[in-house]
C-alpha cells in the first residue's frame, strides 16, 4: 500500500505498480525500498519464522533478504507479482542458511536446541480470552514446527500468504503436481498435531 | 467414484479461496463433498488449518524495519559510489592508456635519435628509455594491491542505523 502511494506518486500512471518497482529497483531507489520494506515486513517475517522457527534467525534472514532485493533487484523484471519474487528471494535465503547449518536434507534441519518456535503476540477482548488465546496459538506453533519444512513452507504460502498453487510451485521451483501434494500430506501431517495440542 | 475423482476433489479444495473456480467446477465439487466422506474430512481439515494458520499474529518491530532501512540504503550508498568510482576509473584507464601509448611513440623516437646522436646501440636504448618509463608505474600498481584502500561501509552503516534509531525513539 505504502509502496502503491509511493509508486502513485512519483512515476508514469499508465505503467503497471509491478514494472514500476521493477524500475525503482534498476534504480536501486532508497525511497522505494524503504517503502516495500514497510509493505511487506511483516509477511516477509512470517514466511521466514515458519521456514526457520526461531524469531532471531528469521530477523537476521530478513535483512539478509532485503539486502538481496537491493543487490539483484535489476534481475526483477515486473513480469510476475513482486511478493512471489520476494518470497522466492525468502526462500532462497533460508534454503542457504538451512543447509549452512546441515548438509543433510531439508527435513532434517529443524534445531532441536532452538526451543519454542516464537511467541505469537496475543490479543483478545478480555485477559481469559486473551490467554486461552495465546496458548492455543503456542500450541498450534508447536504443532507447526513439528510438520517437515517442506510441507510447512507451502502450508503456510498456501494460507497466510493466499498464494496460487502455480504461483507456489514458481517461488519454490518444484513442478504443480509437487505442490498439491505437499499441501495435502501438510494439512494431514498437522492434523494430529493439532488434535493432540488441543487435548 | 474414482482416484482421479478424489484427486480432482483435493485440488479444486486446495484452489478454492485464493482462485475464482468455475461454476462447473464448485458444481461438481459440491456434488462429490456430499457423496464422499474422506473427501469431506479433508476440506474440513484443509479449512481448520487455514483458519488456525491465519490466526497466527506474527509482526516485525518498528527497530528491525528501521535497521534493515538503514542497513540497505548504506549498502545502496556504498553501490552507487563503488559504481561511480567505477566509472572515474574506466575513464582514467582509457585517457591513461590514450596519453601512454602517444608518449611511448615519441619516447620510442627520442631513444633513436639519442642512439643515433651518441652512436650506441637502438635496440638497447629504446627499451632502456620504455622500461625506465613504466617502472615507477609498475611500483605504485605493486603498492596499491598490497595495500588497498580500507571500505567505508562499515562506519557509515553504523551511524545510519544510530541515525535512525534515534530518529524513531
Redesign the interface.
Known amino acids: 500500500m505504502i509502496a502503491t502511494a509511493f509508486i502513485a506518486s512519483s512515476l508514469v500512471p499508465m505503467e503497471t505498480e509491478e514494472a514500476q518497482i521493477a524500475r525503482g529497483l534498476r534504480r536501486r531507489d532508497p525511497e522505494l525500498l524503504d517503502a516495500l520494506i514497510e509493505q511487506y515486513q511483516h509477511r516477509l517475517l512470517r514466511y521466514l519464522l515458519h521456514l526457520t522457527g526461531n524469531r532471531a534467525v528469521a530477523e537476521d534472514l530478513f535483512q539478509e533478504v532485503w539486502m538481496r532485493v537491493l543487490e539483484k533487484g535489476h534481475l526483477y523484471d515486473g513480469r510476475n507479482r513482486f511478493v512471489t519474487w520476494l518470497m522466492s528471494i525468502g526462500h532462497n535465503v533460508a534454503i542457504d542458511y538451512l543447509r549452512k547449518r546441515s548438509p543433510a536434507s531439508l527435513d532434517e534441519m529443524q534445531d532441536p536446541e532452538e526451543g519454542a518456535p516464537f511467541e505469537p503476540p496475543a490479543h483478545g477482548p478480555s485477559p481469559f480470552d486473551e490467554a486461552v488465546e495465546h496458548q492455543q496459538q503456542e500450541r498450534f506453533n508447536e504443532a507447526l514446527q513439528q510438520v517437515p519444512p517442506l510441507f510447512r513452507e507451502v502450508l503456510v504460502l498456501r494460507f497466510q500468504e493466499q498464494m496460487k498453487l502455480e504461483e507456489i510451485a514458481k517461488l519454490i521451483h518444484i513442478p504443480l503436481a509437487t505442490v498439491k501434494t505437499r499441501i495435502y500430506r501438510g494439512v494431514l501431517a498437522l492434523k494430529p498435531l493439532i488434535k493432540g495440542a488441543a487435548q | 467414484m474414482t482416484n482421479h475423482d478424489h484427486e480432482r476433489a483435493?485440488?479444486l479444495i486446495?484452489?478454492r479461496?485464493?482462485?475464482e473456480l468455475a461454476a462447473a467446477d464448485v458444481g461438481w465439487l459440491e456434488s462429490h463433498l456430499s457423496a464422499c466422506g474422506p473427501c469431506t474430512q479433508?476440506a474440513q481439515?484443509?479449512d481448520?488449518?487455514?483458519r488456525?494458520?491465519?490466526?497466527?499474529?506474527?509482526?516485525?518491530t518498528p527497530a528491525?524495519?528501521a535497521?534493515?532501512?538503514a542497513?540497505?540504503?548504506a549498502?545502496?550508498m556504498h553501490?552507487?559510489e563503488q559504481r561511480s568510482r567505477m566509472v572515474l576509473v574506466a575513464i582514467s584507464f582509457c585517457l591513461g592508456a590514450l596519453s601512454s601509448a602517444v608518449s611511448a611513440l615519441l619516447w620510442w623516437r627520442f631513444g633513436s635519435w639519442i642512439a643515433e646522436r651518441f652512436g650506441w646501440s637502438p635496440a638497447i636504448v629504446q627499451p632502456g628509455i620504455m622500461l625506465a618509463l613504466v617502472l615507477p608505474a609498475i611500483v605504485i600498481a605493486g603498492l596499491m594491491l598490497a595495500f588497498p584502500r580500507p571500505s567505508i561501509e562499515g562506519p557509515l552503516m553504523s551511524a545510519l542505523v544510530r541515525e535512525r534509531e534515534g530518529r524513531n525513539q
Open positions: 483435493t485440488e486446495a484452489r479461496g485464493t482462485e479433508y481439515d484443509f481448520n488449518t487455514g488456525l494458520l491465519r490466526a497466527t499474529a506474527i509482526t516485525a528491525l524495519v535497521a534493515t532501512q542497513r540497505v540504503r549498502r545502496a553501490l552507487a
